[in-house]
């Protein structure tokens, strides 16, 4: 199967990274729309006992709306879901759902560059927050 996802784990507790998410998306031009507490509702529909997960709906209008006029079917997509879940008191995951999928569903050509923008800024959202999971243990190790 191909890899729908960009992922990261960091050596974080989950609510701190939730935050740096929230900031890291704020600075790649993303808002939240959407919050879906994956812990809360399946424990209150099922019943179910899980580790804290999110699911936080990003998007940066102007590509949604260039994406929608290059093919409007695209809004089954949007807005781009992050996950974060937590892995333990320390370890956290984020995916990010790949733009590049919208490429695989749409022969529409002004995709490309929409897709490609969108990839751009969530890698580099992702490389951040990498980059401060790498300072921070290099700092407790110091």
């Known amino acids: 199967m191909t890899d729908f996802t960009m992922s990261a784990t960091v050596a974080a507790p989950y609510a701190a990274t939730v935050a740096r998410v929230r900031e890291l998306l704020g600075d790649a031009g993303f808002g939240v729309l959407t919050e879906i507490d994956l812990q809360a509702t399946l424990h209150t529909k099922l019943g179910v006992r899980m580790p804290p997960q999110v699911i936080l709906g990003a998007c940066r209008p102007h590509l949604a709306h260039q994406a929608l006029e290059a093919d409007?079917?695209?809004?089954?997509?949007?807005?781009?879901n992050v996950v974060v879940a937590s892995e333990g008191e320390t370890r956290t995951r984020v995916e990010v759902l790949d733009p590049g999928v919208m490429r695989s569903l749409s022969d529409a050509p002004a995709?490309?560059?929409?897709?490609?923008?969108?990839?751009?800024?969530?890698?580099?959202?992702?490389?951040?927050?990498?980059?401060?999971?790498?300072e921070a243990r290099d700092a407790a190790g110091a």
Do not use: F, Q
């Open 72 to 80: 409007p079917r695209v809004a089954a997509l949007l807005p781009c």
């Open 111 to 134: 995709l490309e560059a929409v897709a490609a923008e969108a990839r751009e800024r969530l890698t580099g959202m992702m490389a951040k927050l990498t980059d401060d999971d790498t």
